[in-house]
């Protein structure tokens, strides 16, 4: 970190969640932080820790699994949120403590034909692309209507809400846009199915999670605004 500190920069940044959280009519506490450590050194992570967080961010299962045997022992939730290859999956279990990125159905039915009698069901968001853009990932909207019932069905994973990557804009209007859109499909899931909670809405990111909280994210992934610049 260049001029201000982590400790600065999180406060500042928790300070914008909380009064975005108050314009749309909530309170902070309705919205959880996950602070995304991708491609910082460990010695970031630990200066996190110390800044007391505890919801820690990574978009690769590698990173995330070396970091997480670095940290053990420690209270540490760690978050997957980006793609996870479908050969990887099994090595989530047990180490992730919530995979915002389930983005098709062959990666859950591969979850859950992978998973070992015992296990504990892994908490999943289930990634939709709301605005059809090509190169994201994720199901659409009508994919996900369609699957829902089975995956609902999948005995090792747990349905607990959405998560989307608004389109990379400055736009508000746009950008909110797809925050609402995820927030509406998912209302419409909750009303539709009777077992699915829906309780979580993880869409937020360093440019754009103001936006996101004022239309009802529950779980902010930010990096940059945070930490700064990602190190080359
Ligand atoms: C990198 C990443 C983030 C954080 O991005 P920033 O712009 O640095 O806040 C959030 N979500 C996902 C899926 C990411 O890959």
Redesign the pocket.
Known sequence: MQTRTLVESLSEVRARIAAAAERGGRGADDVDLVV?T?GHPESTVEAVLQAGVRDV?E?RLGELVKKSESFQGLDIRWHM??RLQRRKAPGARGIVHLL??LDSMKLAERLERTASTGDVALRVLAQVNVTGEEAKGGFSPAELEEGMERLLQLETLRVEGLMT?APLTHDEGLLREAFRSLRILNDNLRARFEEYEGTQLSMG???DFEIAVEEGSTIV?????VLGE?PE
């Open positions: 995304v991708k961010g978009n949120v980006g915002h990125s990557m990111m360093s440019n992934r930010i990096g940059t605004a990602r």
